[in-house]
């Protein structure tokens, strides 16, 4: 009886991508899905509603969750620093004046105003460019006004007539 080898290939399936959704970025909701790929740079694609980042395989071995992520966090902070300063620059030719300085930070609200410096969550990107651009508006008006008084309502409602829808969609989060 003759028995002869035979060489087999079998691939076991890893997990070579994973999704999550939706992840809305300027008030659309896409599907994220991270590839991963043997390279040596991060690289993100807008496909239709479908957001792909493809990762070094070297992330293979982080959580799916933790990468995830992460990966969409640092997502909205390249996404803010692009957006935020849209709205900054267009709030400042709008009102005639600026911050001494502003600053993209993570804290509990979506936007502050502290001794004439304007800070605002990345995460302002989750939304539309106009709700962007009330976050903003309202900050440059605290520059003005330290408290919600009839003064800061006044100045609000001139540069943003519809404002309150805004804060509509800021309180049903």
């Known amino acids: 009886m003759n028995l002869t080898k035979r060489k ?17 970025v300027l008030g659309i ?18 496909e239709g509603k479908t957001i792909k980042i493809s990762l070094p395989n070297k992330y293979k071995k982080m959580a799916n969750k933790e990468i995830l992520d992460l990966a969409i966090e640092k997502m909205y902070e390249q996404i803010a620093n692009v957006e935020i300063e849209r709205a900054m620059e267009k709030t400042r030719i709008m009102l005639g004046f600026a911050p001494e300085e502003y600053e993209i930070i993570k804290m509990k609200t ?17 939304y539309s460019r106009k709700v962007i651009d009330y976050i903003v508006l309202h900050q ?4 003005k006004y330290k408290t919600h008084s009839k003064g800061f309502y006044k100045m609000l409602e001139s540069h943003q007539p519809d404002y309150k829808k805004c804060e509509e969609i800021l309180m049903n989060i």
């Open 8 to 24: 087999t290939n079998i691939k076991i399936a890893t997990n070579s991508s994973m999704e999550r959704h939706p992840v809305p």
């Open 29 to 46: 909701d896409y599907r994220v899905k991270i590839i991963y790929k043997n390279m040596k740079i991060t690289q993100l694609d807008v």
């Open 110 to 126: 979506l936007g502050v105003c502290q001794d004439k410096k304007i800070m605002i969550h990345p995460e302002v990107v989750k």
């Open 140 to 143: 440059y008006c605290h520059l």
